[in-house]
């Protein structure tokens, strides 16, 4: 039973380019979540999605950042023109709403971490 | 704005003593804290939770207490062994369902 599955592990880019993460989720889970983890600091949240649809993105930059979670395939989160600060270690989770626990227990992927050269 | 403080960076603590990791937070709405344990080059793992209406709750040699008055929770660990040297998290969880994290605090128990 694979637990949540992240790629690539590291990725390294040069300012500008494209980062794309991928996040498959725990089998029966349909929800995902990305959190961001600079140096040195604990994770923030970023984004909450369902199958298709966008729960919560109060976390996310407004702009270059974007995140989905089609109904086939892995979620995506994408970041177009990279920066230097975006450079941290991308954690999803995932969760099953409907799995008893009161309080959504979110299972996290081993996460990647983007360099920006 | 930091919601939840871990106060303490580091903390060290011989094999077989107690580790006491501590955790404020600012948000009186919280209904669930949850700790999690996390080693170098993996994601976070979940520990142990409570909930808003409790004042503790134990797993083990992990138990969790939460002074709601106080918006004080603290993580006890005993006997610490050296697999339990890890960066640990609070996160309260808020009404939506989002986790948020503390800073993290740097276990280490030495042999």
């Known amino acids: 039973n694979a637990g949540v599955m992240q790629n690539p592990r590291h990725l390294v880019r040069r300012r500008g380019q494209e980062a794309r993460l991928r996040c498959s989720p725990m089998k029966g889970h349909s929800h995902v979540y990305w959190y961001r983890q600079l140096p040195e600091e604990g994770l923030k949240f970023m984004v909450y999605l369902q199958k298709e649809n966008i729960i919560d993105e109060s976390g996310m930059p407004k702009e270059r950042f974007s995140a989905e979670f089609p109904k086939e395939g892995p979620s995506i989160l994408r970041i177009q023109q990279v920066v230097r600060g975006d450079s941290a270690a991308y954690f999803c989770a995932s969760s099953n709403p409907l799995s008893g626990t009161l309080y959504n227990e979110q299972f996290f992927g081993p996460g990647t971490r983007l360099t920006v050269l | ?111």
């Not at chain 2, 939840?4 to 003593?17: A, D, I, M």
């Not at chain 2, 994601?43 to 004080?72: C, M, Q, W, Y």
């Open chain 2, 1 to 111: 704005d930091q919601q939840v403080k871990q106060n303490s960076p580091s903390l060290s603590v011989q094999e077989g003593r107690i580790s006491i990791l501590n955790c404020d937070y600012t948000n009186s709405m919280f209904d669930y804290f949850l700790w999690y344990k996390k080693y170098p080059a993996e994601g976070p793992t979940f520990l142990i939770s409570i909930s808003s209406i409790k004042d503790k709750n134990e797993d083990g040699r992990f138990t969790v207490f939460l002074n709601k008055s106080a918006k004080h929770l603290s993580l006890h660990i005993v006997p610490s062994q050296p697999g339990d040297s890890a960066v640990y998290f609070c996160a309260p969880m808020d009404s939506s369902y989002k986790l948020i994290f503390g800073s993290g605090t740097r276990l280490l128990v030495r042999p």
